[in-house]
């Protein structure tokens, strides 16, 4: 059931309003709604939360959470029909290609849409002792990765593509914990890792006898972009002025992924997908206040590319009449779009070759071939 709600005028007074104003045109938003997350205690369960708080309060919408500490508890209740949004992390981008935890016989490229992603900073941080001052410069150092975690590893991988390097050239410390990773460089066990300027450890290392560096990723370091995006081609050049020890007034150069992404199925209605995102902005004000980072929802940050998947059609009209979708987003909407396409195909063509391949066999030769398709994407 769905409860029609009028914006911009209360109730009360929408009568004698009319008379003065052009009409108001209602909108529909459903009675109830699901939502998954990452778990409770999370950036984007916090998120998740002021947001659904302000629905609540604007449209009388009710919103279940339901957290998940893995990308595959986060997707499967949206696949399943259970959930209608999802806010993910960097599993968003993995599950449309069919990567790591989505490569087995049962998962596979997954045809996804972003609503909205509000942008997060990310480069390379090290200890400033290190004499690390520019992504090359970490050759041969110990760089802090997490066990199982392919959204933070990856992001590095791309990150030290931007200064030449592959995995092959630094000394990779594995961590069996985020936390442990990044406090790695406080104990002096890594020289360097690929993490958010406002993660709590690196304030413990600013502090610390070893200090810290952010290495910059330059705006107009056209090779070193064109290499970190052939890793990752989900980010797009950020400055931050908030991070662990950044002298008040200084910029960090780094790169912006999203997170959390606002995600539903490619099937869910225009018109559904175009009042959420409707509701997303004229509830900013409500919301925006409600953690550190939620000022960067405003659509003109969260509602452009580049994001992890292509942007729904219902987002996009809404973006459109708001005239912050542009030509050049079309262009990246469309090649991101004939990504996924072109990933979904190649997945079915590989299951049907493969049928007595199994488990991690499996997944490793699809990962090899997927190495190969991407090769030939331009």
Known sequence: ?????????????????????????????????????????SAGYAEASAIADAFGKKFGTRIRIQPSGSGIGRLQPLLQGRADYAFLATEAFFVSDGAYDFAMPDWGPTNLRAVAGRPAGI???????AGIRTVADARGKRIAFVAGNPSVNVKCEAILAFGGLTLDDVEVITFPTYASAMASMTRNESDGTCTTPTTSQLYELAESPRGIFYVPLEADNAEGWAGLLKVLPIMSPSEEDVAAGLPEGEIAKMAAYRYPVITTTAEK?????YAFIKALDETYDLYKDGTATMKRWTLEKSGKPAIDLPFHEGAIRYLKEKGIWTAEDDA???????????????????????????????????????????????
Request: overall charge negative; cysteine-free; proline content about 2%.
């Open 332 to 378: 990246w909407n469309q090649k991101r779009t004939a990504r996924l396409d072109t990933m979904v195909a190649a997945w079915a063509e590989f299951k049907a070759a493969n049928a007595d391949l199994t488990g991690e066999a499996y997944a490793d030769a699809w990962m090899a071939h997927r190495a190969e398709v991407i090769a030939t994407l331009n």
């Open 123 to 129: 480069t390379l941080i090290t200890a400033a002792d």
């Open 269 to 273: 209605s225009a018109d559904e997908v």
């Open 1 to 41: 059931m769905k409860t029609t709600l009028r914006l911009g005028l209360a109730a009360t007074g929408f009568l004698a309003a009319s008379m003065l104003a052009p009409a108001t045109f209602a909108q529909e938003m459903p009675d109830t709604m699901v939502w998954t997350s990452y778990d409770v205690g």
